[in-house]
C-alpha cells in the first residue's frame, strides 16, 4: 500500500489549505490514520488522527483550527484553517493497514507534504 499525498504549499498567515492523502492497493483493512508534520530543527510532531469510526484527536496546537476527516475507506483529508507561520512544516500522513485477514498490520507512510505559511 503506497500513500500519497497532496494540496501543500504556500499561504499567507489567517489563511487555508487542505491536505488529502490517498491509499492505493486494496488492503483487508485501514485502520487510523492521520497526519504528522516536522519542521526544521525540530521533533516530529502528531498533528491529528482518525480512526475507522470516524472518532479524531488533535494536538493542542491546532485544536479548532484544523478539522480531519475521512473521506472514504481510503482517503483522509486535514483542512486547516487561520494558518500560522508556526504551522510551516513537511506534513506527512499515515496509514494502519491490514493487507489480510491473518496479516500482521504495519503502519504506512506518505512522502510527505510541504505547507509553508508566510506571515
Known amino acids: 500500500v503506497q500513500l500519497v499525498e497532496s494540496g501543500g504549499g504556500l499561504v499567507q498567515a489567517g489563511g487555508s489549505l487542505r491536505l488529502s492523502c490517498a491509499a492505493s492497493?486494496?488492503?483487508?483493512?485501514?485502520?487510523?490514520m492521520g497526519w504528522y508534520r516536522q519542521a526544521p530543527g525540530k521533533q516530529r510532531e502528531l498533528v491529528a488522527t482518525i480512526t475507522s469510526g470516524g472518532q479524531a484527536n488533535y494536538s493542542d496546537s491546532v485544536k479548532g483550527r484544523f478539522t480531519i476527516s475521512r473521506d472514504n475507506v481510503k482517503t483522509v483529508s486535514l483542512q486547516m484553517n487561520s494558518l500560522k507561520p508556526e504551522d510551516s512544516a513537511v506534513y506527512c500522513c499515515?496509514?494502519?493497514?491490514?493487507?489480510?485477514?491473518?496479516?500482521?498490520?504495519?503502519?504506512?507512510w506518505g512522502q510527505g507534504t510541504q505547507v509553508t505559511v508566510s506571515s
Open positions: 499515515h496509514a494502519d493497514i491490514l493487507p489480510a485477514l491473518r496479516s500482521l498490520s504495519y503502519r504506512a
Open positions: 492497493g486494496s488492503p483487508f483493512s485501514i485502520f487510523g
